[in-house]
């Protein structure tokens, strides 16, 4: 099957606009999860105010967030697909310019030396787009994630010693929540990839970060590891938006991939309450919009 360059360039436009629009179900029952068994009468109280904004900001049609992020669009490919690359960049930055231009949302892409911004959330290389492959045989999925500065400065790459084990994963990633602090307005989702080279486990954090609430890690010895971060951050007391309480993250998420056997690349990347991220489905029968 031929993929319809210009769906493509629509569904680009409408993810950006409903990513930065509308918050996904598990994160919001991420917020509801946290708030019940939040002890912190400081932290409810936050937890309350930032679970209303949330429901403000989706009821009047408003942004979630002031900052609309780097602009990352993750595609997947059916195998029986056709498509020529380069139009399909294409089209996909101009989705992304025109959400911007058809819509009141402040560019925050700017060129990293001179600081001058295009007012399109484009620039050299931006919007990031990834590439996959899947079986579907006529299934092209495009997921976008706007991925926010606070959430984005965020980030830490550490070679790590492979004798210091498990242990030091560890520690780097608790060390990394309470360097954040309360800058990333948690609670957060700390990704953290294990392995791979230092670019790819740079990469795994932010896929894992960017994972749905709920989702696990395909590796036995990464989901063990998620269980035990994902309470030991929560005890860090730091709270909801660093103002103390017991809801500091949503989850820990780690994806993992093999790695040297000199070396062990452990990296974390966060991603903030506002969790945003919008997914498109298409096929021969239309589109199908969702998280």
């Keep these: 099957m031929d993929v319809d360059i210009a769906r493509v360039e629509d569904a ?4 950006y ?3 930065l629009k509308i918050l996904p179900d598990d994160i919001k029952q991420g917020f509801e999860r946290l708030d019940r068994v939040e002890t912190d009468a400081g932290g409810k109280r936050v937890l ?3 679970i209303r904004n949330i429901g403000v900001a989706e009821d009047t049609g408003n942004l979630l967030c002031q900052d609309t992020g780097i602009p990352i669009y993750n ?9 020529d690359g380069v139009d399909l960049e294409a089209a996909i930055i101009r989705g992304c310019e025109r959400a911007t231009r058809e819509h009141p949302l402040r560019s925050s892409v700017v060129h990293p030396i001179t600081r001058k911004n295009r007012h399109t ?9 990834n590439v996959a492959f899947s079986e579907r045989p006529d299934e092209l999925v495009i997921e976008m994630i706007p991925k926010g500065s606070g959430s984005e400065n ?3 790459l550490k070679m790590a010693v492979p004798a210091e084990g ?16 309360g800058k990333t307005c948690p609670p957060t989702i700390v990704g953290v990839g294990v392995g791979g ?3 790819l486990c740079v990469h795994l954090a932010k896929v894992a970060a960017t994972r749905p609430l709920g989702s696990v890690c395909d590796d036995p010895e990464g989901a063990a590891l998620e269980r035990a971060l994902s309470a030991a951050v929560n005890e860090l007391g730091i709270g909801p938006q660093g103002l103390g309480g017991d809801a500091t993250a949503f989850a820990v998420h780690i994806e993992i991939a093999a790695t040297h056997i000199t070396m062990n690349p452990v990296a974390v990347n966060m991603q903030c309450h506002s969790a945003r991220r919008a997914r498109a489905v298409l096929t021969p029968a239309g589109v199908t919009y969702g998280f």
């Design 48 to 50: 309350a105010t930032m």
């Design 154 to 156: 965020n980030s830490w």
């Design 166 to 181: 498990v242990a030091a994963i560890e520690r780097f990633v608790v060390d990394c929540v309470l360097d954040a602090g």
């Design 121 to 129: 959330s484009t620039g050299r290389r931006v919007p990031v787009i």
């Design 197 to 199: 080279s230092a670019d």
């Design 75 to 83: 595609v997947t490919l059916g195998r029986n697909l056709r498509v």
């Design 12 to 15: 680009a436009r409408e993810l």
């Design 17 to 19: 606009i409903r990513a």
